[in-house]
């Protein structure tokens, strides 16, 4: 019998799933002033998702600088409507600079960092 309850055991551990761990997102507003992304300049850990929250009353973009030119076009989020989001998985290390199509003037900067193998991260909202 305690063979049996062993087994029986290893077998229910076998199939118990493990919580996945999710990186928090990183969380950046769009608004109708200056700056107008918020934060304007914003550092991140890589591997973390970023995500843009249209708060004001028209549509906006988020656009890699590199779309305007003949270089690597790494996101475009394409017209972001009032009230909805968009969102990047993540981004590798590097520092990125982007703007709105639609308002010239919204421009930002994301700076990605390596992952900490220390567990220091800098904070997820600005």
Not at 13 to 24: H, R, T
Not at 35 to 61: E, F, L, R, S, V
Not at 70 to 76: A, E, I, P, T
Request: proline share 10%.
């Amino acid at each position: 019998m305690v063979i049996t309850i062993s087994i029986i055991y290893v077998v229910l551990l076998g199939q118990m799933a493990l919580p996945s761990v999710e990186p928090p997102v990183y969380h950046i507003a769009m608004e109708g002033s200056a700056p107008y992304y918020t934060p304007k300049i914003a550092t991140i850990t890589a591997g973390h998702p970023i995500q843009w929250d249209n708060q004001t009353a028209t549509a906006h973009t988020v656009t890699h600088e590199a779309c305007q030119t003949k270089h690597l076009c790494l996101f475009d989020s394409g017209a972001i409507s009032p009230g909805n989001s968009f969102v990047l998985p993540s981004l590798q290390p590097g520092t990125y600079h982007y703007y709105c199509r639609l308002h010239p003037i919204m421009r930002g900067i994301i700076t990605v960092n390596e992952s900490s193998f220390r567990g220091e991260e800098p904070p997820l909202n600005g």
